[in-house]
Structure formats: C-alpha cells, structure tokens
C-alpha cells in the first residue's frame, strides 16, 4: 500500500500547502490509498492517515500510538539526524505535552488543565473583550482598508496569549519574530535564514530560536516565583510534580508550547474567518442578523482552515487500523485538515457553512493530547466576531490573498480586504 510518489513529495512541500494542492492530494488519497505509506525523497516512511475515522481512531488509543518515540511533526532524515546530535539521542528539541506519553504526560497536562477550563477561563472574558474591541477599534480607523491579518489576525491572540504568560506588551514583536520563525521556517517570507543565524555552524536557525525563548522565558519564570500573581506563567514556574519542582528545561518547554501553539494557531483561523466571509457574502448577513450563530461561525473557520495540519504518531505494538496492518515502530501522519474534508462525515465538504451542525471538525486533535486550549482558542474568536461583525456591513477581498508556506501550521499571511462600516 504505497503512495504515489508525486502526492508523498506533495504532502512534505511546504508550498503545496499555500495553494490548493495539498487538498487535491488528500482528496485523492481518502478516494483511493486512504491509510497508505508515503516515503518522500529524504524521508524514513510513514503512513499517511486521512480519513477522519481513522484519524480518531490512533487519537484515541495512545498507549498503541505514542507522541514522543518519534518525532511529531514531520522531519526529514537529515534534521532528525542534527537534533538527535545536538540533544544527545532524543528526536525533541523541547520537552513539551506534545512530545510526552503515559505515565508524564498526564501528570504534566494536570498542572495547567484546571487553568484551561471554562470556568477559570471565563474570567478572563472581560479583559478579552477589551482587547477585542481595542482590536476592532483600530481597524474601523483604517476607514474601510486594511491588510486583516498582518494588522489584526497576528496581534489579537498574540496579545491575549502574552498576557497570561505575563509578557510585557513592548516585548510582543519579539515574540512574535520568533514564533513566526519556529512556525514558518520554510516559508522564505517568515523563516529565519541560515544565513541571519549567528550561532554556531551546528546551531541550526530553528534551535537558535528555541534559545531565544529559553533565554527570555528564564527571566519571567524566575520573577514568578519571586512574585507569584496567578497568572499562567505562575502556575508554570511553581509547579511541582510527585513533591518535586519541575526542571527548568520542562518549565521552559511548557511557556514555549503556550507560547507558539497558542496564538499562531488561532491567528490563522481569525484571519480564515474573515477570508471566508469575503468570499460568501451570505454567511456574513447571516451570522450578522443574530450574533448567537457567532459560535457556529467559529466552528466553521475551525474546520475550514485548520491551521494544524499535522502530528505524527509510532505504533508501540503490532496493530490495525480501518482493516490495514499497521507495524509495530511505524510512524503515521494524521492528516487533521484531511479528516475535516471527509465527504462521509461533513456534507459539502469544500463549501463554507456557518450553519453547518453538528460540525464534527477535528482540528484540536483528539485522546488524551486533545487541545489543552481550545476553550481559550474559541473564546477569543468568538468575542472578536461579536465585537467586529455589527461594526461592519459588507467586506470585500481588496487585493491577493496568500497562505504560508509550511507543513505544520499554516493559514493566511496576508489578507487585504476593504469593508463598509454599518
Ligand atoms: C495541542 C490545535 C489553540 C495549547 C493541540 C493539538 C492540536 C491543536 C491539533 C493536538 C496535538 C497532538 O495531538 O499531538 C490547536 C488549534 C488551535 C489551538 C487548531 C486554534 C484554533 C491553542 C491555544 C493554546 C493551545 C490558544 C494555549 C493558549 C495547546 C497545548 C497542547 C495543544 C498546551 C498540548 C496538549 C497535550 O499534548 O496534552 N492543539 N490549538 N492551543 N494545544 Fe492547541
């Protein structure tokens, strides 16, 4: 059970991801090969799962499918090879939820799971709004054009996110530098070049980055505990586990995977939204005739853009999945942006429809890695909407649109529009 090497070279070309050529790939793989083996060139083999029962499936058994044996994001041979050199033999170069299994993972995801929650998060909703509306503010001021994301996608989150870890407002562009750069890394627009690195030859762009937000995350944990506020950071800095404070090295982890997974991630699927609504007029008189549908709205953005599109899993053990023999050690990509075009799941899949219910997208992934901030993640899109969609009566694209070129996070990067205010 092979993929076609044309699609296997697809689905790890950062490029094909800024088009509509990785949707074409998935569509013919759920039609034809959906659970089948891709071994582009540089690559160790690994299965390509795109069908969302089967993505579900491996989610929801994580004893059999474990996070941290391999990598979890697609590498090529070669990078393995230089971050298995530099970390002494693991293929991480941090230590986060994301990289550990059972019996950590659960100890660690227990620290910050109550912070998450909807009753603890639901006292921030005031401040949100305030952002939000600051947010709004400065794009009715534009008078009618601006670029969506690059003024207001990139910031909103990035803002939200950096006051629970309690980043001064003034270091937010630095931040954001660097997500960009750990995230965009092959995109030429966002990445942090060879050449712009001054480490060591051996100190690639992406591990210079992580560096940097060791170095910055140090100061604020060490403040933390000197003065603990209650803020996310505090609870990070002061963790302990079986009696014992965490190391340094997982408490750094922990701001970094904060940090990046939660702002460029919900940046993307704001700036999604608004993409969206520029091409299908009728949603946006729809949502705007009730703000109760701003949820729904929500929903759909995620679906639609799911700006992760990929975690990899290993079998622990011989297995099967959707009647195919699965390796023990193999290494398998699940597909999230696949799963949420499954024609047997979503009807008119490729259409966007802020009425669509149930909506069964899968974009937070699934099991035990589940999103630790999906309720913070809608939140704040859903505030923003409200606050944005009565200020406004019609929008328009106003110039050419582009995604970012990456496999693992991606979305719109720049998105002019020209709207009419109501
Ligand atoms: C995990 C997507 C927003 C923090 C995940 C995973 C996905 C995901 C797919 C699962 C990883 C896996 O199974 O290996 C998204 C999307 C977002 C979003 C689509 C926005 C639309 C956020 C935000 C935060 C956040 C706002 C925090 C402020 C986390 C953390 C994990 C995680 C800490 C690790 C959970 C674990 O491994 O136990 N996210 N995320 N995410 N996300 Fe999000």
């Not at 509509?20 to 690994?46: C, H, M, T």
């Not at 299965?47 to 990598?71: C, K, P």
């Not at 011989?318 to 999230?336: N, R, S």
């Not at 699934?366 to 923003?384: D, F, N, P, S, V």
Request: charged share 25%.
């Amino acid at each position: 059970m092979r993929v076609p090497q044309d699609i296997a070279e697809t689905i790890v070309n950062p490029t094909a991801y800024a088009d509509s050529r990785i949707f074409d790939a998935y569509a013919w793989l759920r039609a034809n090969k959906p659970l089948a083996v891709a071994q582009p060139e540089g690559f160790d083999p690994f299965w390509v799962v795109t069908r969302h029962a089967d993505i579900l499936e491996i989610s929801r058994q994580n004893d059999l499918f474990h996070s941290g044996d391999l990598a979890t994001t697609i590498t090529s041979r070669e990078v393995d090879a230089r971050v298995r050199k530099l970390t002494g033999g693991s293929p991480h170069l941090v230590r986060s939820l994301v990289q550990m299994d059972a019996p950590d993972h659960p100890k660690y995801r227990a620290l910050t799971q109550a912070w998450f929650m909807p009753q603890n998060i639901k006292k921030l909703e005031e401040r949100i709004r305030a952002i939000a509306r600051a947010a709004v503010e400065r794009m009715v001021a534009t008078g009618g054009e601006c670029d969506f994301v690059r003024e207001i996608a990139l910031h909103y989150p990035l803002h939200v996110v950096m006051e629970i870890l309690g980043v001064p407002e003034a270091d937010e562009p630095r931040m954001l530098m660097l997500t960009q750069e750990l995230f965009g890394a092959a995109d030429p627009e966002l990445g942090r070049t060879p050449k712009e690195s001054k480490e060591p030859e051996d100190l690639g762009p992406i591990q210079q980055v992580i560096a940097d937000f060791y170095q910055y995350f140090a100061k604020i944990s060490a403040d933390r505990r000197a003065h603990p506020t209650g803020d996310l950071a505090t609870v990070i800095a002061n963790s302990q586990i079986d009696g014992q404070p965490i190391s340094e090295f997982e408490a750094m982890s922990y701001y970094v995977i904060v940090a990046t997974a939660g702002h460029d991630t919900t940046s993307s699927t704001t700036g999604g939204a608004m993409w969206a609504l520029c091409d299908n007029p009728d949603q946006l008189a729809w949502v705007k005739e009730d703000l109760s549908r701003v949820p729904g709205l929500i929903d759909e953005a995620i679906r639609w853009t799911t700006p992760v599109k990929t975690f990899m899993r290993s079998a622990t053990a011989d297995a099967e999945v959707g009647g195919q023999k699965i390796g023990k050690g193999d290494w398998l990509m699940l597909c999230y942006a696949s799963g949420n075009r499954d024609e047997t799941v979503f009807d008119e899949p490729n259409r966007f429809r802020a009425d669509r219910s149930p909506n069964k997208q899968l974009a937070f992934g699934y099991g035990a890695h589940l999103c630790l901030g999906q309720h913070l993640a809608k939140m704040e899109m859903r505030i923003l909407y409200e606050e944005l969609l009565p200020r406004i009566k019609s929008v328009r694209l106003n110039g050419e649109p582009k995604m970012s070129q990456a496999v693992f996070v991606n979305g719109p990067k720049t998105l002019p529009i020209a709207f009419e205010l109501a």
